[in-house]
């Protein structure tokens, strides 16, 4: 069946620093790729997406890349903070209206 | 605006007894909806959703079930739970089909479920 893999499961960085999360797909059918924040103790939200027409988007110090020949996708965030302490989901859909995949999430500190 | 609820919060059951979880979302109509799993740190794990009323795709099979006997209430049901089932259960909705093709997932606030 569908399946999205994610790596590192466990990422520390330095305030400051860069975090890059990793994720592939097995359904070539995918066509958008959104990605959850979790906090602690509370429902994921999403953060940033991008459909298979797009290869980069960026909003403000996060920035998604996808590749769809090669079906992975990431997640950059730039000049981390504590608050972006989190554990973070990406996810492959066909369609809204279709199941929407997760990976099994990346656990990222930030230290300050 | 719309709003999506769950309950209960928590529940502590024993094994074999039976489970009756409940998501309702407000403010919209005809939404898609769908419950996952979440294990303590693990990821999202579909069970199951629905694109209409009494129109359920099941993900993974296990003694658990769902209906959706109205437009905006899902529920998810078992009739003797395992040790298992433990976890943090999250209902989520999606707008209409068609509506928009890719589409944000709201989360409900979800219940946290320990199975003794």
């Known amino acids: 069946g569908e399946n999205v893999e994610q790596h590192p499961s466990t990422l520390s960085v330095q305030e400051g620093d860069s975090a890059v999360i990793k994720c592939t797909y097995s359904?070539?059918?995918?066509?958008?790729f959104p990605w959850y924040k979790q906090e602690l103790g509370k429902r994921p939200q999403l953060i940033i997406d991008i459909r298979s027409n797009v290869g980069e988007k960026k909003d403000q110090r996060i920035a998604v890349t996808l590749n769809k020949t090669a079906k992975h996708f990431s997640l950059h965030i730039t000049e981390t903070q504590p608050e972006d302490s989190a554990v973070y989901f990406c996810a492959a859909s066909r369609a809204s209206y279709d199941k929407v995949i997760f990976g099994p999430g990346t656990s990222l500190s930030v230290i300050p | 605006s719309q709003t999506i609820h769950q309950w209960p919060a928590t529940l502590v059951q024993p094994v074999g007894s039976p489970l009756s979880l409940e998501c309702t979302v407000e403010g919209t109509s005809n939404p898609n909806l769908y419950w996952y799993r979440q294990a303590a740190g693990r990821g999202l794990q579909l069970l199951f959703y629905?694109?209409?009323?009494?129109?359920i795709s099941s993900e993974v099979p296990q003694n658990l079930s769902a209906s959706r006997p109205q437009d905006r209430q899902f529920i998810l049901s078992s009739k003797k739970l395992l040790l298992s089932d433990s976890g943090f259960y999250l209902c989520?909705?999606?707008?209409?089909?068609?509506?928009?093709?890719?589409?944000?997932?709201?989360f409900g606030p979800g219940t946290r479920l320990t199975v003794l």
């Open positions: 989520a909705w999606t707008r209409p089909s068609g509506r928009e093709f890719y589409d944000e997932q709201f």
């Open positions: 359904d070539s059918a995918s066509n958008y």
């Open positions: 629905s694109v209409g009323i009494g129109q």
